[in-house]
């Protein structure tokens, strides 16, 4: 753009002479009629707040000199007083100038840009199809203890368990006792009987570990399906993948979270006890992922699992890139057996370096105790 330093460089000296623009800087030409006894100057100024005129035609400016300004597209050339005189600067013709053209190529420039980062994410996601992440909920996303144990304590606490809840759990447990701990512990949900449904929305929404979020957010950002896998009661999971939502959504991402947990079965808007199908546990949690690999035609070997408890072995099992998070000892073995990746997350984490910090300090202070007994015995004093 042209500037009144630059003008100078053209213009004479002398009022009376032709002011001319280089080549680059004009595009058409620009007539320009002067008024009598007044200098010549040159200026091309782009739009500001104070000389701006959408109409991209010359302005007469009370406290300043006369001049025309750049409107979108085009440069006018501006005549101005070069002496202590005023004078009026008219437009009777104006064209395209050649920064208008680099705005217009600039504007090509983004557009095209933008496209082509939405091509972009059209084509990751696209080579994204075919892959989910499924996640164990408790433990994994979330630290203990669990959603369905704090859902529990929370009727308790209402007095909405009564001792015949009890004493059905028991029978419950005496008939499944056969079929192992597991099965009494997560297939066994007679303490519910009786209780209305819509007291699921009394639990609060629980806390996640900020790298679980992270992490679903990092899927959800390469449009991988994700998919909750948890032995809880499914209002539970529902609720808490609704929170994950809201979390992952905060940081400008999407998604949709699908659930698969244990289904509770209702009559007359109030729970059985009794559970619809099989607990989503062990092999059970297998089996789900392999449903929804066929029913989404996905490809096993390309997703992820995440799991924190020897229940979700078989779940890691059945896909390509496993992780055990925050793995119990059971899971721990069988990760490092098969070369999982382990993942640190949330408190667990910060626990497990504080304790070998701690070690590190007894260690530091077991050798400091041993050098001063040998330098006691070696006769060395102080």
């Excluded at 500001?48 to 006018?76: I, K």
């Excluded at 013709?93 to 095209?112: F, K, L, M, N």
């Excluded at 408790?138 to 009890?166: A, H, Q, V």
């Excluded at 009494?184 to 449904?197: C, E, F, P, Q």
Aim: proline share 3%; aromatic share 6%; net charge positive.
């Amino acid at each position: 753009m042209g500037r009144e330093r630059d003008a100078a460089d053209v213009v004479g000296p002398g009022a009376g002479r032709l002011a001319l623009e280089p080549r680059f800087v004009r595009g058409n030409e620009v007539h320009v009629l002067l008024l009598p006894w007044t200098g010549i100057g040159a200026d091309a100024r782009t739009r500001g707040a104070a000389g701006r005129n959408d109409d991209g035609l010359a302005r007469v400016d009370s406290c300043r000199r006369s001049r025309a300004d750049v409107d979108d597209g085009s440069v006018l050339s501006v005549a101005w007083i070069a002496g202590a005189g005023r004078g009026v600067a008219l437009c009777f013709e104006r064209g395209p100038s050649a920064q208008g053209e680099a705005s217009c190529a600039g504007g090509d420039v983004t557009a095209h840009k933008e496209v082509f980062e939405v091509k972009e994410v059209s084509e990751v996601k696209e080579k994204n199809k075919g892959v989910a992440a499924f996640f164990d909920l408790d433990g994994t996303l979330m630290p203990m203890p669990s959603l369905e144990k704090t859902f529990y304590l929370l009727l308790r606490y209402r007095k909405l368990i009564g001792i015949r809840n009890c004493f059905l759990w028991l029978r419950e447990a005496a008939r499944l006792m056969p079929r192992g701990i597991n099965q009494i512990m997560h297939a066994n949900k007679m303490y519910l009987r009786g209780i209305s449904v819509d007291k699921k929305d009394s639990l609060m929404a629980p806390s996640f570990y900020p790298e679980a979020i992270e992490n679903m957010a990092w899927h959800a950002e390469r449009g991988h399906l994700i998919v909750i896998v948890s032995g809880t009661l499914e209002p539970l999971a529902e609720r808490a993948a609704r929170g994950l939502e809201a979390e992952v959504d905060r940081r400008g991402l999407a998604t949709e979270i699908r659930v698969c947990a244990t289904r509770l079965e209702e009559k007359n808007e109030r729970w059985t006890g009794r559970i619809v199908g099989e607990a989503m546990l062990g092999e059970a949690k297998a089996r789900a992922v392999r449903r929804i690999a066929a029913e989404a035609d996905l490809d096993l070997q390309r997703c992820f699992a995440y799991g924190d408890s020897s229940s979700d072995k078989w779940m890691l099992e059945a896909v390509g890139k496993p992780a055990a998070v925050n793995p119990s000892n059971d899971l721990a073995r069988v990760a490092r057996r098969n070369d999982w990746t382990v993942l640190r997350w949330g408190k667990e984490r910060n626990f497990t370096q504080s304790a070998r910090r701690a070690q590190r300090v007894e260690r530091t202070d077991e050798s400091d105790h041993e050098v001063q007994v040998a330098r006691a015995k070696a006769g060395f004093s102080g």
